[in-house]
């Protein structure tokens, strides 16, 4: 158990409806990153924050997506509008800023768009 | 752009055979590299990693070593179990230990057979 959790853990939902994903990670993690996983391949970076202050974000994010982390804690991501081709599992990760460059996942929440 | 190229799967092996996964990047600077692994049902853990070149990583039985000459990190391990049974990922991050993203490859699934 790596201490990230990740909620909701499945989200089925129809084309075009808004979703929100939560992470939360441990308190010594400053930096958080979220992923994208679909079926067959390796986790996609999408984004990451190093305390509140979002760093970086992938082409692969499109305007539908936002990414939030208030209070440099937890993390939420936003899919507006989804698409079909949204499905995915989706992947938090926390990780420091000093020392080791190891990333802690959480369990990840999957999305299915009708 | 970095990337991460793993041998194709599934890999199916008996009880005690010897496993090797291989594993080729191509990245500027100087990456970290990773395998995280996928058990049934969990989210991905650490495996091992080495952050320079000729470090060994080990853990849990399974080994590789970072080769800058052949920029390759192959895992293996002279002993397999059922419990290995598991999709294996290779990754690499950027920013020479800043913690900064993982690319993945697109994983290999092994299986164990008793």
């Known amino acids: 158990d790596t201490g990230v959790s990740q909620n909701p853990r499945h989200k089925i939902t129809k084309r075009g409806q808004n979703v929100t994903f939560r992470c939360d990670p441990i308190?010594?993690?400053?930096?958080l990153y979220w992923y994208r996983q679909t079926l067959g391949q390796g986790p996609e970076f999408l984004t990451y924050?190093?305390?509140?202050?979002?760093?970086?974000k992938s082409r692969l994010l499109s305007d539908r997506f936002s990414a939030e982390r208030p209070k440099g804690s937890f993390s939420t991501l936003e899919i507006q509008r989804t698409e079909q081709g949204d499905s995915a599992m989706y992947l938090c990760?926390?990780?420091?800023?000093?020392?080791?460059?190891?990333?802690?996942f959480g369990p990840g929440t999957r999305l299915t768009v009708l | 752009g970095n990337s991460v190229t793993q041998m194709e799967g599934p890999v199916t092996l008996s009880e005690e055979a010897f496993l090797t996964i291989n594993c080729t990047y191509t990245?500027?600077?100087?990456?970290?590299l990773f395998w995280y692994v996928q058990y049934p049902g969990e989210g991905l853990q650490l495996l091992l990693k080495?952050?320079?070149?000729?470090d060994k990583g080990s853990n849990k039985g399974f080994e590789a070593t970072y080769r800058k000459e052949t920029t390759s990190f192959h895992l293996e391990k002279g002993s397999v179990q059922v419990s290995d049974s598991a999709v294996y990922f290779c990754a690499l991050s950027d920013g020479g230990g800043a913690n900064s993203k993982l690319t993945f490859g697109k994983g290999i699934t092994l299986s164990v057979r008793p």
């Open positions: 080495a952050t320079k070149a000729d």
């Open positions: 990760a926390g990780g420091t800023s000093s020392g080791t460059d190891t990333q802690y």
């Open positions: 924050f190093q305390n509140e202050a979002q760093l970086e």
């Open positions: 990245a500027t600077g100087y990456p970290s």
């Open positions: 308190s010594e993690h400053n930096r």
